[in-house]
């Protein structure tokens, strides 16, 4: 099997070959760490990633904007990419990048989105949205009418063509979609606190927001998949903590799962039947919810949220999960690891649906050595629940 | 007469804020005691509204309008309220660890614990050990509470415990935590008092805590 005929029997519950030799990503400044570890630096980092950077790895895709690292990748012979096609579905034209405030060691600043953002000046850590370019129902109008306007023009990089030319003839698998979802979204559009009054006090505004970024969505998908063959979309969410969902069920049902049915019912039209869905956090009370959606993969299960994926595999038996191995055991050392691997991976693989992953981005408190015990163990499995194997 | 009290715990659980400044200035002018109206009108819907978020029947959407509602109420309330009215619960000094920007937790902790009787100091994001610790002697905090989104910035927290100890105040102060990464176990390794689940949970911990020191 190739990469793309191996991702899409795993996703769809068929037996393949064996499984992937994957990740979810690293932060950067992991991957700096293990250079200083042993990790041969052959590509490198540029500079200006920051230390909180994520570098996304080979089951995440790799977003428009974001990196990933090759070093890591070669040296420990992953599996190809699942690649995402560079056509943005945020805002165009972008907003400029620019500081808005200084204060001693932190700052705030706007993105590209829009979307108001704090964080350290060496951005060692990961940055918290504050707020946005919509308060109001003016906002919203004016945004959607400068900024997402339902066009091709200028979301695709200029050398499309061959892309697609490359797409057609692929051996690995090719998904839509960017860090962006029915709530991610409006979340860059209006920070999270000011999002989650909104659908009290603007409810019309936030079913608007949502049936119309599922038709700016379809409008946009449907120009690529014209032309070339998807094999599955992304949505980034990220809507839950350790706690649970940040809204309720109920919320969910009312504004959210609207956009999800009209977007996956029009996916399913071209035949995309694969929907993964990026949500960090306690996600038990939206599972449902997602599945009802047309969701069919979700990742990446972190444990220290209390994510178990062999629960999630007993309630859920037909969907896709990746990710779930969690990241503090791979800290930990030997045993740990052990343990973590064997309590979950040959249950998952036995029942398929399931691509091993680190269950978030790889922490700064893994050491190399940990990471390369924890690889090697992990593909000593794999090949233990493989028909063949072809990656030593 | 109406039962106030009943429709300001009422509109505070739902959030619903016109109908909280209108309903104080109602009771006001029934000639109901303030502290009443604060007590067991407000506070009690705040209280309501932490206990349905603890069981799962209420959001962090359900906590903001609630928190909302309350601010607007005790504006109208503040002008007529005596020291007496008033049962401070205690002192907290609030922030996230240095290198952490991630305050929605802690804001949410912030609002739960002004809304349920303590007098908070918000030293916002990225604050340092020795800046908690300068804080709390300047306030004369009963409960230094701080949070972490990141097992990276997570590390820092036993600083701020070292820091509390170095100022002396460790009989006198408690220190309580949160955060994506953080649990109980970690906070008895690190010899932090507290550990909170969430704002509601914090309001309990915070509680448990001032009951300890006295």
């Not at chain 1, 990419?81 to 001693?104: Q, T």
């Not at chain 1, 694969?274 to 009802?292: A, F, N, Q, R, T």
């Not at chain 1, 979950?344 to 390369?372: A, R, T």
């Amino acid at each position: 099997m190739n990469t793309r005929e191996r991702f899409l029997a795993l996703m769809n519950f068929q037996e393949p070959d064996r499984n992937f030799v994957w990740e979810f990503g690293y932060w950067a400044g992991t991957v700096r760490r293990w250079y200083k570890e042993g990790l041969p630096r052959i590509k490198g980092l540029p500079d200006e990633i920051p230390e909180g950077s994520g570098l996304f790895a080979e089951c995440a895709g790799v977003p428009l904007r974001r990196y990933t690292t090759y070093d890591v990748h070669d040296y420990f012979k992953m599996d190809p990419y699942l690649v995402r096609i560079p056509l943005n579905i945020g805002a165009y034209p972008p907003f400029e990048e620019k500081i808005i405030e200084e204060h001693g060691d932190w700052y705030i600043w706007q993105d590209w989105d829009g979307a108001i953002r704090k964080d350290i000046k060496d951005r060692s850590t990961l940055p918290t949205l504050v707020g946005g370019p919509v308060d109001n129902r003016e906002d919203w109008e004016r945004y959607k009418a400068e900024r997402l306007r339902p066009s091709l023009q200028g979301r695709l990089p200029s050398n499309w063509p061959q892309l697609v030319a490359e797409y057609q003839k692929r051996d690995y698998p090719l998904g839509l979609g960017q860090m962006h979802g029915f709530f991610g979204t409006p979340r860059y559009l209006m920070g999270v606190e000011n999002l989650l009054m909104k659908y009290y006090d603007d409810p019309e505004m936030m079913k608007d927001m949502n049936n119309y970024l599922a038709d700016f969505w379809m409008a946009l998908f449907d120009g690529v998949l014209k032309e070339v063959d998807v094999d599955a979309v992304f949505i980034w969410e990220d809507m839950c903590y350790k706690g649970g969902p940040l809204i309720s069920p109920e919320m969910f049902r009312e504004f959210i799962l609207p956009g999800y049915r009209k977007l996956t019912s029009f996916l399913r039209d071209y035949g995309v039947r694969i929907v993964l869905m990026d949500s960090d956090g306690d996600v038990w009370k939206l599972l449902p919810l997602w599945i009802e959606g047309g969701v069919t993969v979700v990742y990446p299960f972190e444990v220290a949220a209390g994510m178990d994926v062999v629960e999630v595999r007993k309630a859920f038996p037909k969907l896709g999960i990746t990710g779930g191995i969690d990241k503090r055991a791979v800290a930990q050392g030997k045993e740990a690891i052990d343990r973590e691997l064997e309590a979950k991976v040959p249950f998952m693989l036995q029942h398929g649906g399931y691509i091993p992953s680190i269950d978030h981005m790889v922490s700064l408190d893994v050491s190399f050595e940990n990471f390369k015990y924890y690889r090697e163990k992990l593909k000593q499995i794999l090949k233990r629940y493989s028909k063949t194997w072809d990656r030593d | 007469m109406p039962d106030y009290l009943a429709t300001l715990a009422e509109g505070v659980r739902t959030g619903n804020e016109k109908l909280v400044t209108q309903t104080v200035e109602e009771a006001l002018n029934a000639g109901m005691a303030p502290g009443e109206i604060l007590n067991q009108g407000l506070v009690a819907g705040i209280r309501a509204l932490g206990q349905l978020f603890k069981d799962g029947q209420a959001y962090l959407p359900e906590i903001l309008i609630s928190v909302r509602a309350m601010r607007s109420g005790m504006e109208k309330l503040k002008p007529h309220l005596a020291a007496k009215d008033i049962q401070k619960k205690g002192t907290v000094v609030v922030g996230t660890v240095e290198g952490d920007m991630h305050d929605i937790g802690k804001n949410l902790v912030k609002m739960m614990l002004e809304s349920n009787g303590y007098d908070v100091h918000d030293l916002g994001v990225d604050v340092s050990a020795d800046s908690f610790a300068q804080a709390t002697r300047d306030t004369n905090a009963d409960i230094v509470a701080t949070s972490a989104l990141l097992t990276t910035t997570m590390t820092i927290i036993p600083d701020i415990v070292t820091a509390v100890e170095k100022a002396g105040l460790k009989k006198k102060v408690k220190v309580m935590i949160g955060g994506a990464p953080i649990t109980r176990q970690f906070a008895d390794e690190i010899g932090a008092e507290g550990y909170a689940d969430d704002c509601a949970s914090a309001v309990d911990e915070a509680d448990r805590l001032m009951k300890l020191a006295a």
